[in-house]
């Protein structure tokens, strides 16, 4: 009997829509994903199997609920990069930022509530948005894909989002959002409903610029969203977490699952922390080769919007078959980079400096075939 998901009786926002996901191809280059390339140091590896042998002792009993440790380092990890003191009841941690985004969403969505963000952005807020029963704004963008501010304080104005989300760096363009930006959507989210607005920084260690959390100080509906996935390395960890009034972090408290992160994710989280500055050059190192993809691009005759990212988007692909064909193109030759669907554009994630070099000739080669 052949059955698919409409033949369920699902949700009718539900119906039609596709699981998210990247293609999972065993090619020799993989730069689709974000992932950082570079596998955790040995000494942090021999740590993390210490904390969970330590860990693995109590496995008969529940995890700290409240992960109390984690926040604390976690806390003192934003103080120490921000400048900006945070405590323990300023911090949330759970299993990615995935589901720190679902939690606010449970909390301050639902149904009958809505949520804006401004797409292109990351896919996740409109699906997690789709998946607590929040209803889903797309707001405008400029061609450069900046945010359009004016018209995006008209939408919030009409609109009265409870959620407002601003993805900086931005994933998949890459660029990040000006400070003075962000406040003037807080200002007009405000003025419309109150609302919460998160800023999602999944990427920002890899900035050129500084972090937006000491902004907020004084505005208790500001919500900062991190990860471990990417400058961290620990994309396989599934932890994520949040910086905001205390408030916010015990309303999220309200909905979050039993005993939701597992000790030994916990005991893991930890030991990465205890090797921060390690990793935090891993990212230097991918920063410096992020500015060389852009500037390689360029000079191969790519357009390329500005990167605050470990990734790069770059175009433009006009001609038979766009993007896709492109991307089908690059694969060919063993790379494997993301098609986001943005028409005549494609993203690659920053690697190592040999899989970098892989993927420019492949992108060379296929500018070169496409002007013979």
């Known amino acids: ?125 409109a699906l997690i948005a789709r998946g607590t029963g929040t209803g889903w704004i797309s707001g405008p963008r400029n061609e ?11 939408w919030i104005a009409e609109n009265e989002p409870d959620v407002v989300f601003v993805t900086t760096p931005n994933n998949p363009t890459g660029n990040a959002v000006p400070p003075e930006t962000v406040l003037a959507l807080y200002e007009a989210a405000q003025a419309a409903k109150p609302s919460m607005v998160v800023v999602d920084e999944a990427y920002i260690e890899f900035s050129h610029g500084d972090s937006l959390l000491p902004l907020i100080e004084g505005r208790p509906n500001l919500v900062v969203s991190r990860t471990m996935s990417k400058a961290f390395g620990a994309a396989g960890l599934r932890l994520g977490y949040l910086a905001a009034h205390p408030a916010v972090v015990d309303a999220v408290q309200l909905v979050r699952l039993p005993y939701h992160l597992s000790a030994v994710t916990q005991a893991t989280a930890l030991a990465a922390l205890e090797h921060t500055d390690t990793l935090l050059k891993y990212v230097e190192q991918l920063k410096a080769e992020r500015d060389r993809l852009v500037a390689e691009l360029r000079a191969a005759g790519y357009e390329v919007v500005e990167s605050d990212a470990n990734f790069v988007q770059f175009g433009r692909f006009d001609g038979e078959g766009g993007s896709h064909a492109a991307w089908q193109k690059i694969l060919d030759r063993g790379v494997l980079v993301r098609d986001n669907g943005i028409p005549g554009w494609l993203r690659v994630s920053a690697g190592t400096p040999e899989e970098n070099d892989a993927f420019l000739d492949a992108v060379r080669a296929l500018k070169k075939e496409q002007n013979t």
């Open 1 to 125: 009997m052949n059955l698919g998901i409409d033949d369920l009786p699902v949700r009718d926002e539900l119906r039609g829509k596709s699981p998210y996901g990247a293609p999972q191809l065993d090619v020799p280059v993989r730069l689709n994903t974000n992932e950082n390339p570079y596998p955790l140091p040995e000494p942090l590896v021999e740590r993390i199997a210490e904390r969970v042998r330590e860990a693995a002792r109590d496995l008969n009993r529940y995890p700290d609920r409240d992960a109390v440790e984690l926040r604390t380092r976690l806390a003192e990890y934003l103080t120490n990069t921000s400048g900006h003191e945070v405590g323990l009841a300023n911090v949330w941690a759970a299993n990615g930022s995935n589901e720190v985004i679902q939690q606010l969403l449970q909390t301050f969505g639902g149904p009958g509530r809505t949520a804006i963000g401004f797409e292109p952005s990351y896919s996740m807020h």
């Open 144 to 154: 450069d894909f900046t945010i359009d501010l004016a018209a995006a304080e008209r």
